[in-house]
């Protein structure tokens, strides 16, 4: 009482042990018996935390973690006393279930099975209206966001109401979501404008044992990137292999394409939700653009190194390019940039996947349209044989080149060549 500043007031201790909790109430006067002033009841309950806290060191007591430092805030004494309520009725025969959890404690389970796996924040908020819990976000006028809130049955919570993990850095902090201003804030945006139906609950609870199967498996970590030498590689990329600004930034921002500490160029491979599995090593960058696997993959997990695009990111993926190594589909990505004179109108995915052994099959069938870009040499085209047998509805899209790098380079000088023609008053 000394320490809240009560050294002169008028207290009373009650003590009950008529619970399963023996605890003490504490009824004080703020009236000062020597001034008549009150004594100041700012920040009493933060305040009060700490000094319990030392009086625990004081006295050797069990240190009790503070309701700030909790990851999740319990549910109310009300609902304990109701939950409590309805488990002695379903004991006693007088109730036909056991006691609900609280909507509070519902939410919390939900979204920590909804970030087992580490989802990037669009993906976590789309898994969250599957499961049938809103969410809204808050944005400063600079764009970053400020804040999260749930909703279920009616119910609302505020992320800081559900303890200090649900709140939107607490998310990142303690749960591991993935979440980049750039990359995430458009599509948390059309997220929210169009959310996700709710799953039959035997789908969902599939999903979600799925995903705790999912993190039981060895996860792969990526090697460390050598910061210094990644602009060399981007400088490499632009000059020598036309890769455009846009496109290099991109992977730069998503670390699909970096040099690592122990100078290896690499490419990493991820699954169709987005989540890396491994790499591909680019050993010999002078001679060929030929890829071996990274040495160290340790993850069971398929993958491939692939990018996307279309004119609204959102769209699901309609068409499939399937290449033979990342130099190509990047390659190719920018060819089909130029043709389509911008991004493309359906969402193209350009894929690695020269393995038919290792192909993503239920997920191609479900494509509208599966292109085989492989090299147009030997090993190119007996991988299209091979593959066209797994996929009769796919189609070969051979190049005039040995690859899609050199029909990059092929154009790009022909339209050199045009402009220099031009600027000496010829047309072709």
Not at 106 to 117: E, F, N, R, Y
Not at 200 to 205: D, K, N, V, W
Request: aromatic letters at 8%; proline letters at 5%; glycine letters at 4%.
């Amino acid at each position: 009482m000394k320490e809240m500043g009560f050294d002169a007031n008028q207290f009373a201790i009650f003590r009950h042990e008529n619970t399963d909790d023996d605890h003490v109430h504490i009824a004080a006067s703020r009236i000062r018996l020597d001034t008549g002033l009150l004594v100041d009841d700012s920040w009493d309950y933060v305040r009060s935390e700490k000094v319990l806290r030392q009086i625990e060191i004081d006295y050797d007591l069990v240190q009790v973690q503070g309701s700030r430092e909790k990851l999740n805030r319990t549910p109310s004494t009300g609902q304990f006393r109701r939950i409590k309520r309805e488990q002695e009725e379903y004991d006693l025969g007088e109730r036909d279930t056991p006691s609900d959890r609280s909507v509070k404690e519902l939410v919390q389970q939900t979204i920590d099975s909804a970030t087992v796996g580490n989802p990037q924040m669009p993906k976590l908020i789309m898994r969250l209206q599957q499961a049938g819990i809103s969410v809204r976000t808050g944005f400063t006028r600079n764009g970053k966001s400020k804040g999260i809130s749930y909703e279920k049955d009616g119910i609302a919570f505020s992320g800081t109401q559900l303890g200090a993990a649900y709140t939107f850095p607490g998310l990142q902090k303690h749960r591991g979501v993935d979440y980049q201003l750039e990359r995430d804030d458009e599509r948390i945006s059309q997220q929210l404008l169009n959310p996700a139906k709710p799953l039959p609950i035997e789908q969902l609870e599939k999903q979600f044992l799925e995903l705790k199967q999912k993190q039981l498996q060895p996860q792969w970590e990526p090697p460390a990137e050598d910061e210094s030498l990644c602009q060399v590689l981007y400088n490499y990329l632009s000059e020598k292999r036309f890769l455009p600004d846009f496109l290099l930034e991109r992977l730069r921002l998503t670390k699909l394409a970096y040099v690592s500490q122990q100078r290896q160029i690499l490419f990493i491979k991820r699954d169709l939700n987005g989540e890396k599995t491994g790499a591909l090593v680019w050993p010999y960058p002078e001679q060929d653009h030929r890829t071996v696997e990274y040495n160290q993959n340790a993850s069971v997990t398929p993958g491939w190194f692939y990018i996307q695009l279309a004119k609204n990111p959102q769209q699901e993926t309609k068409n499939v390019l399937l290449c033979s190594t990342p130099i190509d589909a990047m390659s190719a990505a920018v060819y089909v940039l130029l043709a389509s004179q911008g991004l493309p109108e359906k969402r193209t995915m350009f894929m690695v996947a020269d393995d038919p052994n290792n192909l993503p099959l239920e997920f191609l069938r479900n494509t509208n349209q599966v292109i085989l870009a492989f090299n147009n040499d030997d090993h190119g085209n007996q991988t299209a044989d091979a593959v066209l047998e797994l996929l009769p509805q796919s189609k070969r899209l051979k190049t005039v080149n040995p690859d899609w790098s050199q029909e990059l380079k092929a154009h790009y000088r022909e339209e050199q060549e045009k402009q220099r023609q031009r600027e000496r008053g010829f047309s072709l």
